[in-house]
Each structure stands twice: as structure tokens, then as C-alpha cells.
């Protein structure tokens, strides 16, 4: 195991799991901590890892009050064991399809539309893609110099941010929440082919995904993943 | 088989107030929003408590203007969620539900409250009664909000919380004991915390 | 054969219920028992911050399905579901 520092509150955890079957992206994990007592806490993780990157990676957003995320970034030590369970979920997956891709994240929601597009680069996919990403500041944005190599290398991909708390001196990217007006410029009109992923925070996700149909976007290509409360 | 993670306590209780919280429960200071569904905004104007007999028949009906004039009680107590978080000392104000159902004739041994949402919960009648429930309209001295079943919701305390209905509209009174949204799957008829009667057969 | 001959015991469509439990069920289309919405489960409303878990249809608000478990044990109701369109995987 391997803990990585992505942002203040955010780290990567990269996990030999043995006997990992392999996982699609935009598959998530549930992971299991069980107290001496036996007393058990329960959450989900999505993947940041591509399929078929070998070990896996699971970027935690630590909540100061949590419960189960401040004892997989604080406490855990490489040697420790957790319970694992997973890949799970074949809704919110993409697989390399060549139709366009667009992506929508609120903060931590950027994890499984990572998977995605570090799977689009592996494999080389045809498919066009475009990214909406919208963290409080700067600093909190995750994978930042990995998106912009991303953008840099590759003129199929666009990535926009926008930062809704502050945003530093110069920046060019958004500084306000999501809206129709910036999904529009993004991800461009709505077309009849591919899918639009969503993933954040419940009320990001409801906000974005009513913005999207009135747009026009048929409902049936927006696939939408509700982080919700987590109590972390 | 689950194993141990080293070093994950969880959230745990402070030993010093064990004797006031069921077994395997841990004490919070937050107040865990629970819900089996959408929050219902129903208007006050269109809010009523109803007290309907076993055949469904209206016996008793409060508008909220009657229903905030009934007496109410001010109710400080733990309370006990089979997801197993408690609260200490939550202060509440309600109407005891012995003042609902005092001059209703019946001869039921049980009831059934119903929501806004569709919710329901069985409990039998003596657990209501002898000031052991209200229906509560005040969480902390400000209006109980939404998410906490407001405007008004069942407080049952010496049952597990999912007994406390939220957004409670009225008690069906009922001959025999009829399992509610939760007791219908899985969870215990009663659901006494000291008893640890979370799931059927505890 | 005659019609007393027709009825089997459970246990003969074991194979059968242990191969449609294993599909991915969050690609499967439901049915609303109530408003007679479909769509598939991953779109589906989810409430988990209960004692179970309770599946709702987005349009109608309907409870589909419920899931509580305790140890050792899980129980589900799938009353509101008017039907649930499984797909085998590569058409099996």
C-alpha cells in the first residue's frame, strides 16, 4: 500500500488487492473496517485507477468528523488489512466506446470520471472528450498537473474548471457554480450519440443533470452518480 | 469473515455515560438525518392530525391551528436509532398523545401512525399512553425542521427512533398488530433498545 | 402427463434463480408497479440513510424495492416493481 497526497484533503490510496478481477471504469469498491468489538463501518470508494493498471487507487476525501475516511488516510499503514468489496456497479461505467465523452464532476465526483480518461489515454479510444470540473479553489482540484498533461497531449480532450470560493490572481478558467450557460460552452450541443457522466455531491448532481435536459440532452445518455451524505 | 482493521475504533461512547446508552449503541452530538425518502413540504393550511378507528373511519381531526392550541409538554431524553447512534438530553415540544386520544371510545390494543411520504409504524397502544409519546412539534425550542419531520412527528423515546414517526399525520387505532414500513422487513415488532430488539427474533 | 404431474418443489428452479441473482442487476429496466415508469436501476432513486436501503421511482416517488440487513440475514421486497428486464451478459 502506497498513500499518496493529492490536495489538502484528499489523498490516493494505492492497494495490492490479491486476486483483483480486474474493473471497468467508473466502477466503485465498498470498503468494510471492522473494530476489535465488532463494531463494522461501511462506505463506498470510486476508482481512480484505469482497468488493467494493476494495483488500484481509491483518492479518499478526508471528512474532519468521518469516521471510516480519516482512519484510511491517517491511521492505515502499509501491512494493514481492510475488507474490500468490488468492483461493483455496471451503470456508471465507460469502456472505450468511440462516441463523445463528456464529463461532469463536483470535487470529489472527478474520481470515477478520472478512471475514464486515464483509460481513454491508455488505450489510445477514438472517442472525443470534454470535462467539467468544478472544485472550491485551486488547491482542492484533484489530479491538476495530470489533467493539464492530459489536455496538453492530446487535441481531442478539453478540460474547463470552475472555482466557486476563490480563485487566484489571472485565472482564466470559470469562477462561479456550474450553470446552463457553462455546461453549454463545455460539453457543446447536445448530440445524439454518447454518453454525458455526472458525478458530485447530491445537489451538484441534481443541479447539473435538470440543466442538461433542458438543454435538450436526452435524459437516457445522462448517467448520474450521488455522492450524497457520506458521514464519511 | 470479517477481521479486524488495526486500529479502527469507530465512533465510540464515553464509558462514563454506558449506563444511559443501550448496548450497542454509540452516543453523538450531531443529529443524523435518517429518511426512507423525499422530505414532504406539505403547507400548514393543508396539514392535519387525524385519529382514524380500525375500520378507517375519521373518529378525531385537528387542523394545525387546533392542534398548536391543544396543551402541549416540553420533553427533555435520549433517544435511540437501531442504526445504532444516541443522543443524549434532546429537548422537545409536544402534545402527549394521551390528550389525542383521551374522549375516543374504542377497544383497540394497538396502533398504527401514518405519514406524509407514505411511512408507517406499529406500536401497541400502552406505549403510547400514560405520557410515553407526543407528537412532537419542537425540536431544541425552534419549529422541528423538514429533514426532522416536521412539522410535527411521533416521539416514542423508549423505543428505537424509527418508532418516532416523521411527518406524522395521524394514529389508526387497530385490533390486532399490524407491521409497518420497517417491520415488515426484517425489523423487530416492539423495538426495545435495551433489549436489543433490532431485527425480528431478537 | 396429467395436470398433477406439472407442480415441482422449489428447489427445481435453484439453477435458474442462482443464475438471474449473479446478473449485474444495476443495468437490468424496471418497471414502476405504480406510474408504470421504466428505466434502469443505476437511475433509479436511492434513500440508504435509513435502517434499509429503499429504492424509489424518480417520477412517481414509489417504493420499487427495499433491502434491510442484519446479521446474518437480508431481507428484500420487490412488491413495487411491476417487472425487471435482466440482460445476460453477450446474450447468453
Known amino acids: 500500500m502506497e498513500l499518496v497526497p493529492e490536495t489538502p484533503r484528499a489523498t490516493t490510496l494505492v492497494l495490492d488487492v490479491p486476486g483483483w478481477p480486474g474493473h471497468r471504469a467508473g466502477q466503485h469498491v465498498d470498503v468494510r473496517l471492522t473494530a476489535e468489538d465488532g463494531y463494522q463501518a461501511q462506505r463506498s470508494y470510486s476508482i481512480a485507477s484505469p482497468p488493467g493498471a494493476g494495483r488500484i487507487a481509491l483518492t479518499v476525501e478526508r471528512l474532519e468528523d468521518g469516521e471510516v475516511s480519516p482512519y484510511l488516510v491517517g491511521e492505515l499503514r502499509p501491512g494493514d488489512r481492510f475488507e474490500l468489496r468490488g468492483p461493483v456497479g455496471g451503470y456508471f461505467v465507460w469502456d472505450g466506446e468511440p462516441a463523445p465523452l463528456r464529463l461532469v464532476a463536483g470535487g470529489s465526483g472527478l474520481v470515477p470520471l478520472m478512471a475514464m480518461l486515464r483509460y481513454r489515454a491508455a488505450v489510445g479510444a477514438a472517442a472525443p472528450a470534454r470535462l467539467l470540473v468544478s472544485a472550491r479553489t485551486l488547491e482542492d482540484l484533484l489530479y491538476r498537473g495530470e489533467l493539464e498533461r492530459l489536455a496538453d497531449d492530446d487535441e481531442d480532450l478539453r478540460v474547463a474548471v470552475t472555482l466557486t470560493r476563490s480563485a487566484p490572481d489571472g485565472w482564466s478558467g470559470y469562477d462561479r457554480r456550474v450553470d446552463r450557460a457553462m455546461l453549454s460552452e463545455v460539453l457543446g450541443p447536445p448530440a445524439d450519440d454518447g454518453r454525458v457522466f455526472v458525478c458530485g455531491p447530491t445537489r451538484f448532481v441534481e443541479t447539473v443533470a435538470d440543466d442538461l435536459v433542458a438543454l435538450g440532452y436526452d435524459p437516457a445518455r445522462v448517467r448520474t452518480e450521488r455522492f450524497g451524505p457520506t458521514g464519511g | 469473515m470479517a477481521f479486524v482493521s488495526r486500529g479502527f475504533r469507530g465512533r465510540r461512547r464515553d464509558p462514563a455515560e454506558s449506563a444511559r446508552v443501550p448496548p450497542g449503541q454509540y452516543v453523538v452530538d450531531d443529529f443524523p438525518v435518517l429518511s426512507a425518502g423525499p422530505t414532504p413540504h406539505t403547507p400548514l393550511e393543508e396539514w392535519s392530525f387525524s385519529v382514524v378507528s380500525p375500520a378507517g373511519d375519521v373518529l378525531r381531526r385537528w387542523s394545525w391551528e387546533e392542534f398548536r392550541a391543544l396543551p402541549a409538554e416540553t420533553v427533555t431524553t435520549d433517544i435511540h436509532c437501531v442504526t445504532k447512534w444516541s443522543k443524549l438530553d434532546t429537548t422537545w415540544e409536544g402534545v402527549p398523545v394521551d390528550d389525542l386520544l383521551s374522549d375516543v371510545e374504542h377497544d383497540a390494543a394497538y396502533v398504527t401512525a401514518f405519514c406524509d411520504g407514505g411511512y408507517t409504524t406499529n406500536l401497541p397502544l400502552e406505549d403510547v399512553l400514560d405520557g410515553k409519546a407526543w407528537i412532537a412539534f419542537a425540536f431544541g425550542g425552534e419549529p422541528l425542521e423538514p429533514e426532522h419531520g416536521g412539522p410535527a412527528r411521533l416521539l416514542v423515546p423508549h423505543l428505537y427512533f424509527w418508532k418516532s414517526a416523521k411527518w406524522v399525520r395521524g394514529l389508526r387505532l387497530m385490533d390486532d398488530d399490524e407491521p409497518g414500513f420497517w417491520e415488515a422487513l426484517g425489523y423487530h415488532m416492539y423495538g426495545d433498545p435495551w433489549r436489543e430488539q433490532r431485527y425480528w427474533g431478537d | ?92
Open chain 3, 1 to 92: 402427463m396429467e395436470d398433477a404431474d406439472l407442480r415441482l418443489d422449489g428447489n427445481a428452479a435453484a439453477g435458474l434463480l442462482a443464475e438471474v441473482f449473479a446478473l449485474e442487476l444495476t443495468t437490468a429496466v424496471g418497471t414502476c408497479g405504480s406510474c408504470g415508469a421504466r428505466g434502469e436501476v443505476g437511475s433509479l432513486a436511492v434513500y440508504a440513510h435509513a435502517p434499509g436501503v429503499v429504492v424509489r421511482c424518480p417520477r412517481c416517488d414509489a417504493v420499487l424495492l427495499r433491502l434491510v440487513r442484519g446479521p446474518g440475514r437480508t431481507w428484500l421486497e420487490l412488491a413495487g416493481v411491476r417487472s425487471l428486464e435482466l440482460r445476460s451478459p453477450e446474450g447468453a
